[in-house]
């Protein structure tokens, strides 16, 4: 089984030239250490817990009888003192540590056991100085360098994927110039991931400002905990930190470990973390130490990323939260959706405050807002309809809301969204019924311009590039297990109705579709048409606008 879950993009400029590689070093040990120390001691409580429980199965009357049994069968089996010598004797153990004074064996040979000719070997100060290490270590440097190496017009692409039961965050670098999408590096995940957020600030080090700029990612998984990684390191061990229960390390007292252990043992949602699994992730692009994020355990909480402690936590749903979205103005305003069938918009400075809620007529896949007009906003639903929104006509109930327009965009589930971020009124939605369809959003309401299906099975994620230079690329990917980027610039209808943001090209235009090269030459054929940007890609595909 194979599949990718979530996606998210790394702006250009963010992502360090050149990576550095993982150090393992005695900071580094401590700080694992740290951050370990709860879940292992979570660990030997459950051991102990699950042996008292089996102890209190069997019963008294068991316990006796098994300690009968044991009493018996050493009385059988014990040897007297004599025995024992007599058995040893033959060892002769007494003079196991006499050196071997005869003169007669001296220079018959040394003993080849394992480390017999450690003196003949030759020790070198500097691997320069070794004449059998041709390849010097600044040539290896140079040749790791120039591997890891990412170009101020690349992007780095973000993918949430489980692949035989194995579950990690595979980084790609897209290439556009070249048109090329490769693995960078990977980094390995506790649980099955749900949700990616991309994060420019230093999370978890203590000697960077905090202020200062990075290229970080929070990643949502089944766990309650939410891990955040260095994406400028390879090969990274544990994360830089851990938010949640899993990343509070130091516990001083029988007491509060007890506390903590019955909380989560019982999976009551509370104020300090979530008690099950991480469904969305939103960080906020004005105030960049808070990032809030949903569960399944019904709440939305607030955390601050210099502390890596839960701020605040926000019980608006009843049930599942399962997307977040910050106001791209007003940056303490907090869109939520839920399983409840409900959104709301909350401003997180007034926690007990009355806040807006809309309705709509099954569960909420995702939220929006336009960042075009930042008065509106988006609800995708189960039932595979899109809600247009204005936030100043708020109802007075959830059964009274009444949408700008609806839109029923797919037969299925709407389990992929998103709007360009730089093209305005240009929306894509993916949806279980494998189709990608491209819309254009007029004053009068919402058209469709092409519709494909690019091939990654059952859409779960498509996302628009963030910069202006690579705006028309939109990466899909879903149950299939792979990414592709398509640059819908190249296909003629949206040519057509995006024609004022399209530069102009002589000659015809053969479609582009990028994906990771398969070295198998059971998909030769299949990274031929990659290779070639679709050219056989209009075949089948359909088109409002295509004549």
Not at 64 to 82: L, N, R, V, W
Not at 432 to 447: A, C, F, H, R
């Amino acid at each position: 089984m194979s599949m990718i879950t979530a996606t998210a993009w790394v702006p250009r400029g963010f992502a360090a030239p050149f990576p550095t590689k993982y150090t393992f070093d005695e900071d580094e040990f401590q700080r694992i250490a740290e951050l370990a120390k709860l879940q292992l001691d979570d660990a030997n409580e459950d051991l102990e817990d699950a042996r008292k429980e089996v102890a209190d199965e069997n019963g008294d009357d068991a316990m006796k009888e098994d300690d009968g049994s044991d009493d018996e069968a050493p009385s059988k089996t014990i040897k007297s003192k004599g025995d024992e010598d007599d058995d040893l004797k033959e060892y002769d153990l007494d003079h196991y540590d006499d050196d071997d004074d005869d003169p007669q064996k001296e220079g018959e040979g040394i003993g080849m056991g394992m480390f017999g000719n450690v003196k003949s070997l030759a020790y070198h100060e500097s691997n320069e100085d070794d004449p059998y290490i041709t390849m010097k270590e600044n040539e290896e440097d140079d040749e790791d360098r120039e591997e890891l190496q990412i170009l101020a017009t690349d992007n780095m692409l973000l993918a949430a994927k489980i692949e035989d039961e194995v579950a990690h965050l595979e980084i790609y670098v897209y290439e556009d110039g070249a048109d090329n999408l490769y693995v960078h590096h990977d980094i390995m995940l506790p649980a099955i991931p749900l949700c990616v957020e991309w994060l420019d600030l230093p999370v978890g080090k203590s000697n960077v400002d905090k202020d200062s700029r990075a290229n970080f990612v929070a990643v949502g998984t089944f766990d309650p905990d939410i891990e955040i990684w260095d994406l400028d390191t390879v090969d990274c061990m544990y994360p830089n930190a851990i938010l949640g229960q899993g990343g509070e390390g130091k516990s001083d007292g029988t007491e509060e470990k007890k506390k903590k252990k019955k909380k989560k043992k019982s999976k009551k949602a509370n104020d300090d973390y979530h008690v099950d699994s991480v469904l969305s992730l939103a960080a906020n692009r004005h105030h960049r130490n808070l990032l809030a994020s949903s569960s399944a355990d019904k709440t939305v909480k607030l955390w601050d990323l210099n502390t890596t402690k839960c701020a605040k936590s926000y019980t608006y749903h009843t049930d599942k939260v399962c997307s977040l979205a910050w106001h791209p103005k007003e940056s303490t305003i907090l869109l939520s959706g839920s399983y409840d069938r409900t959104v709301v918009a909350a401003d997180m400075r007034a926690p007990d405050a009355k806040a807006p809620t809309w309705g709509v007529e099954s569960d909420v896949e995702t939220v929006r807002w336009d960042p075009h007009n930042t008065n509106f906003f988006y609800i995708s639903t189960e039932n595979g309809i899109i809600h247009y929104h204005d936030i100043r006509k708020a109802p007075s109930s959830p059964a009274t809301s009444k949408p700008v327009w609806i839109l029923q965009a797919h037969d299925e589930s709407v389990s992929a969204f998103d709007i360009n971020p730089t093209i305005p009124g240009f929306m894509a939605t993916g949806s279980t019924d494998k189709q990608v369809k491209l819309w254009n959003i007029q004053p009068s309401g919402p058209s469709m311009v092409v519709s494909r299906d690019l091939d990654v099975g059952k859409v779960f994620s498509t996302t628009f590039a963030p910069d202006e230079e690579v705006g028309f690329r939109l990466s899909v990917a879903g149950s299939k297990g792979v990414v592709q980027i398509w640059d819908t610039s190249t296909n003629p209808a949206v040519r057509r109705a995006f024609a004022d943001r399209v530069a102009p090209v002589d000659g015809e235009i053969k479609e582009r579709l990028v994906g990771v090269q398969n070295d198998s030459s059971d998909s030769e054929s299949d990274d031929d048409a990659v290779e070639t940007g679709g050219a056989n890609a209009g075949e089948g595909w359909e088109s409002m606008d295509e004549d």
